[in-house]
């Protein structure tokens, strides 16, 4: 029973989709979608459907391939809001997608979780850009989605520039300094997650004991105290954002006041990308007990 209901509503799907593409058919906004490139290569109408797609996009998609990008391209989480200026975007939505006759859609987590299977269903190709836990996932990654966008050559120096700055970081203190990594909304990171990779990378040892991702510490951070803090989007917010925030505690706002403090661009660290290796780079000099 359950194998055919998730038929029944798999079809369903289908045809809602089609019925959408079919009334912007008929009201001359597009036409069905077009075969796919050619196998080996290079999409040249490509579509991204939030910012940790349109990074690998922006980096290594030719610029006139590129149909649309996220709404959030040009923000400042994104690290290619430079190159993201005077290009076109669009919603995640199936119907706006269709419209405009993609040959590769590239996505982390735009349009949801159902968009992958109707899009491919529909004969679009789908790049998923994955959620790297480590820095070398992260270097997979690059490689992987470099390649699918028809830039191998340009994925493999982007991966060789990270190994060499990797290379070049010093070697950590024998007795690390604590980090405390910090947002405005009040959030921290412990073990398995890429920050908490980041900041060992650095040379530096994770404040935060528990896994995961969680509210900041107040009750530990009471009578126990970072060496650093990794203040991560903080540029650019007013007074009263986040104001219920874990992060407007007292207790919290005495890190940032009396302990020393790396800033760090929220576009480090928003994504998985060879982007992060800026910050790791920032965080490496507090790890050395250089004056910030």
Not at 210 to 237: C, I, K, M, Q, S
Request: net charge negative; with cysteine; charged share 20%.
């Amino acid at each position: 029973m359950r194998d055919a209901a998730e038929g029944i509503l798999r079809r369903s799907r289908l045809a809602a989709g089609l019925a959408a593409l079919a009334v912007l058919v008929l009201s001359g906004c597009a036409s069905a979608p077009e075969p796919s490139a050619a196998p080996g290569a290079a999409p040249q109408r490509i579509v991204s459907l939030d910012y940790c797609a349109d990074q690998y996009v922006l980096r290594f998609a030719e610029r006139d391939a590129i149909l649309a990008l996220s709404p959030y391209a040009a923000e400042r989480f994104s690290y290619m809001r430079a190159e993201a200026e005077g290009l076109p975007t669009v919603r995640p939505r199936t119907a706006d997608i269709l419209a405009l006759q993609p040959d590769l859609v590239v996505r982390s987590f735009g349009g949801g979780a159902d968009v992958v299977p109707f899009l491919e269903e529909l004969g679009v190709p789908v790049v998923q850009i994955g959620f790297p836990q480590t820095i070398a996932e992260v270097r997979d990654e690059v490689l992987r989605v470099g390649s699918a966008l028809g830039a191998g050559d340009e994925a493999r120096q982007v991966a060789a520039d990270m190994d060499r700055r990797l290379a070049a970081l010093p070697a950590p203190p024998e007795k690390r300094r604590t980090a405390l990594y910090m947002t405005p909304g009040g959030m921290t990171s412990g073990e398995g997650t890429l920050v908490h990779e980041i900041l060992r990378t650095a040379g530096l040892a994770n404040f935060q004991d528990r896994p995961g991702w969680n509210t900041l510490p107040l009750e530990r951070l009471a009578y126990e105290h970072p060496d650093v803090v990794a203040a991560a989007f903080y540029e650019g917010v007013e007074s009263q954002a986040e104001i219920w925030s874990a992060a407007r505690h007292p207790v919290a706002r005495a890190q940032l006041e009396n302990r020393p403090v790396v800033p760090l661009e929220g576009a480090w660290t928003s994504c998985g990308g060879w982007f992060l290796i800026d910050a790791i780079e920032a965080l490496s000099h507090a790890a050395q007990g250089e004056a910030q």
